[in-house]
């Protein structure tokens, strides 16, 4: 199974008012392992940034006018993203915006189907509390220091970690950029045994079960392996 946590930067709140895209950030999963693939763009958005975008992402005008602009990146995108599921926190955001820019171009667009938003997850699992990505990394303990401002591909790899612990706990192995938890949360990971359960689990075994196969056995005599242990 092949996703993309996904992320984006824009000017503003509406496409539709004139916001443009001006960042985006991929990291591709398989099987909820990151693969090592991430996908990465600034994007011209040929206007100014406000200065409330720039004080969100800190990236202005000057910084962006010798990038693409989304037309000359719009076909590499979709060809990374395929037809993989798109994990992102607020979806209706994120769409919003590159389907923006997709229908400009007259090009197809992502269906929203083919999106999973975490912060729904999030909001569907621990009802009332703060579901931002700040406040999902302090309930599971991931390391976000390095999110000083939002970057595309930075809360990308913050998200994909903060996906696979609300889908149910990290999977054997996942390493997103060295470091990012916390010492301690890693030290426990790595000193992590199963344990005992402190009531065992009721036997599913039936007593006429358990009387057919004690006649079985007898029957084998005493040299049957079950009589030695």
């Not at 979806?91 to 999973?116: H, R, S, T, V, Y």
């Not at 999902?136 to 998200?159: K, Q, V």
Request: negative net charge; glycine residues 8%.
């Amino acid at each position: 199974m092949r996703e993309i946590v996904l992320d984006t930067e824009t000017t503003g709140f509406e496409p539709e008012q004139g916001d443009r895209l001006v960042e985006i950030g991929g990291v591709e999963l398989f099987n909820h392992v990151p693969t090592g693939e991430t996908y990465h763009v600034y994007i011209n958005p040929e206007r100014e940034v406000p200065e409330e975008a720039f004080k969100v992402h800190g990236l202005n005008y000057e910084f962006l006018r010798d990038k693409p602009v989304f037309r000359d990146v719009a076909r590499d995108f979709l060809k990374f993203v395929g037809d993989a599921k798109l994990v992102i926190h607020n979806a209706a955001f994120d769409m919003k915006f590159l389907n923006a820019e997709l229908g400009w171009l007259n090009l197809p667009q992502l269906p929203w189907e083919q999106a999973i938003d975490t912060l729904a997850i999030a909001r569907k699992k621990f009802p009332g509390s703060p579901a931002s990505l700040d406040a999902l990394c302090r309930r599971f303990g991931i390391d976000n220091s390095a999110r000083t401002l939002h970057g595309a591909l930075l809360d990308s790899e913050i998200l994909a970690e903060v996906y696979l612990e609300l889908i149910g706990g990290r999977q054997p192995g996942l390493v997103l950029a060295a470091g990012r938890r916390g010492g301690d949360a890693a030290q426990e990971e790595e000193d992590w045994r199963p344990r005992p359960r402190q009531t065992p689990l009721p036997s599913r075994i039936t007593e006429e079960e358990r009387a057919a196969h004690q006649v079985f056995v007898d029957k084998m005599g005493d040299s049957a392996l079950w009589k030695t242990l």
